[in-house]
């Protein structure tokens, strides 16, 4: 099976009786790689599910704010991105703070973990839970989404400069923890 590139996909988007199959081409693009995206934030695959239904339900609602300004994916990962910050900041009434959602999230991770899993794999993942949320966001981003600054930039509305620095301290915050919590 061809991939079909983004250009084609928006060109069917904006056809006269091709939109139905356009979306449905672009959901089937980047529904894995969204929800990845997305889950490696909430951490639960129930709220990773909702994250991406209320994604998608956005980008058809407001395809026609889509002008090309970016990549197709940096905006769709943009909308992703803030639809976790809205999840996380309708359950901020329910903590105390917002490191307390680093926490919750740890808790999650650990009890998402059907076995004593590979324990190194468990401790990255709590060590990126524990980084700021900026931080977090742009490790992600980075590492796993292999994302550019440049694109990253798009997604998040900050600086080059900034992104390379919080990246930078979330390397050191991970491998500082990592180190702290080996055997």
């Known amino acids: 099976m061809t991939t079909i590139s983004d250009d084609e996909i928006l060109t069917l988007i904006r056809g006269k009786g091709t939109a139905n199959q356009g979306f449905a081409l672009l959901m089937r ?3 894995e790689p969204v929800y ?7 951490v639960s695959h129930e709220d990773a599910e909702d994250v991406l239904q209320e994604t998608f339900i956005n980008i058809f609602r407001f395809f026609e704010s889509y002008k090309g300004d970016s990549k ?8 992703a991105t803030n639809e976790c910050g ?4 309708s359950r ?3 903590l105390l703070s ?8 740890v808790n999650t991770l650990y009890d998402s973990s059907s ?3 590979d324990r190194i794999l468990l401790l990255f993942q709590e060590a990126i839970l524990r980084l700021p949320e900026k931080q977090r966001l742009v490790f992600n981003l980075r590492y796993y989404d292999e994302l550019s600054y440049e694109e990253i930039s798009q997604i998040l509305e900050s600086s080059v400069g900034t992104l390379k620095t919080n990246y930078h301290y979330a390397q050191e915050k991970i491998k500082d923890f990592m180190i702290q919590h080996q055997l």
């Open 36 to 42: 990845w995206h997305v889950r490696r934030l909430v």
């Open 86 to 89: 809205r999840l996380f900041r």
């Open 92 to 94: 901020k009434g329910m």
């Open 115 to 117: 076995d004593e899993s």
């Open 29 to 31: 693009k980047y529904r």
């Open 72 to 79: 197709l994916y940096t905006w769709i990962y943009k909308i």
């Open 98 to 105: 917002l490191d307390e959602v680093g926490e919750v999230l």
